[in-house]
C-alpha cells in the first residue's frame, strides 16, 4: 500500500497533538477503509448493557498474515475513521485490525458525553464486549490491544476483565496516574474529572501482567518517559519501553523522511511481538 501524501501526514500530526484530554467525538466519518481500497468487514457488537458499537475489521495482507489481530482502543478525539491510514499501513505488514467507535463516537450508539471527563468506564464496557466478540470470532489467533492515549486508560480499566482473552497491549502515550493529569491541567485553569475513584485505576493498570510495550514521546510533559518508567518498576521485565523523539501520538510520523508514514511504528510492533513470541 502506498504511504499516504504529505498533506495528510501534516493533517495527521496536527490531530496527534492537539487532541489531548477533551474528549471530542466526531460523528462523521472522513474517511473509510474504501478510501484506501482495503478489504474488510463491517461489524455490529453489541455491549451487555444494550449499546451498538460500529466495527470495522481490516483483513490482513495475506501473503505475510501473522496470525494476530490488534484492536484499536483510540484517543478521545475523533472517531475510527480518523485511523484508517494508520490500521491500513499495519494491515499491509500482516496484522488483521480490529478498529471501532465507543458508544456516542463516529457511528456507534448515542451516549451522552461530558468532555471534561478523563474517560468513561463505560468505553471500558466497549472495548470489553469487542475483545469478547472478537476472541470468540478468531479463535486461532493471537489478540492484542492497541491503545494511543485515552485509549490506554480504557485499556488498563478493562484489564481485569479481559486478561484471559489478550496477549499483549501496545500503549504509546501511556497514562499511569490520571491524577497527575488532573493536577497537570488544574495548574493550567482547565478542569479535568474522573469517572471513578484513581484507586481502582492504579489497581487495573498495576495488574498488567501481559507483554507491554509502551512508547513515550520525548515532548510529551503529561503522559511522561518518567511516568512510564515508574509503571516498568512495578510491572518488572513485561514493560518494555522505547523512547522516540516527537510530540505526543507522533509515533507514526517518527523517521518519516527515512521509512515513510508508518515505517517506525511498524517497526516497533514487529520486534517486541517477535520478542513476546521467543
Not at 483483513?59 to 491500513?88: C, Q, R, W
Request: charged share 25%; net charge negative.
Amino acid at each position: 500500500m502506498r504511504n499516504p501524501s504529505i498533506s495528510i501526514f501534516f493533517f495527521l500530526l496536527m490531530l496527534s497533538s492537539n487532541s489531548v484530554f477533551a474528549i471530542n467525538p466526531d460523528r462523521e466519518y472522513i474517511r473509510t477503509p474504501d478510501s484506501v481500497k482495503w478489504n474488510y468487514q463491517q461489524l455490529d457488537i453489541h455491549t451487555p448493557d444494550g449499546f451498538r458499537l460500529n466495527t470495522w475489521i481490516y483483513e490482513a495482507k495475506p501473503e505475510n498474515d501473522k496470525d494476530t489481530v490488534l484492536i484499536l482502543a483510540y484517543p478521545d478525539a475523533g472517531n475510527m475513521s480518523y485511523f484508517v491510514y494508520h490500521a491500513a499501513i499495519l494491515a499491509n505488514s500482516g496484522y488483521t485490525v480490529v478498529t471501532f467507535d465507543y458508544r456516542g463516537f463516529g457511528k456507534s450508539q448515542d451516549f451522552e458525553i461530558q468532555k471534561e471527563y478523563l474517560y468513561y468506564r463505560e468505553f471500558a464496557w466497549d472495548l470489553e464486549a469487542v475483545v469478547d466478540s472478537i476472541s470468540n470470532k478468531m479463535p486461532n489467533k493471537k489478540i492484542g490491544i492497541w491503545a494511543m492515549s485515552m485509549g490506554t486508560t480504557i485499556t488498563s480499566t478493562a484489564y481485569p476483565n479481559i486478561r484471559s482473552q489478550i496477549d499483549f497491549i501496545i500503549g504509546e502515550g501511556f497514562v499511569t496516574d490520571p491524577d497527575a493529569i488532573v493536577e497537570f491541567y488544574k495548574e493550567k485553569n482547565k478542569g479535568i474529572l474522573l469517572p471513578e475513584n484513581s484507586n481502582e485505576f492504579k489497581k487495573s493498570v498495576e495488574s498488567i501482567d501481559c507483554p507491554l510495550l509502551i512508547l513515550t514521546a520525548s515532548k510529551d510533559a503529561v503522559t511522561t518517559h518518567d511516568s512510564a518508567l515508574k509503571l516498568q518498576s512495578k510491572l518488572g521485565a513485561n514493560c518494555q519501553i522505547i523512547r522516540y523523539e516527537g510530540d505526543h501520538l507522533t509515533g507514526f510520523q517518527v523517521d518519516y523522511d527515512k521509512v515513510g508514514f508508518g515505517g517506525w511504528f511498524v517497526d516497533q510492533v514487529d520486534r517486541f511481538l517477535g520478542k513476546a513470541a521467543a
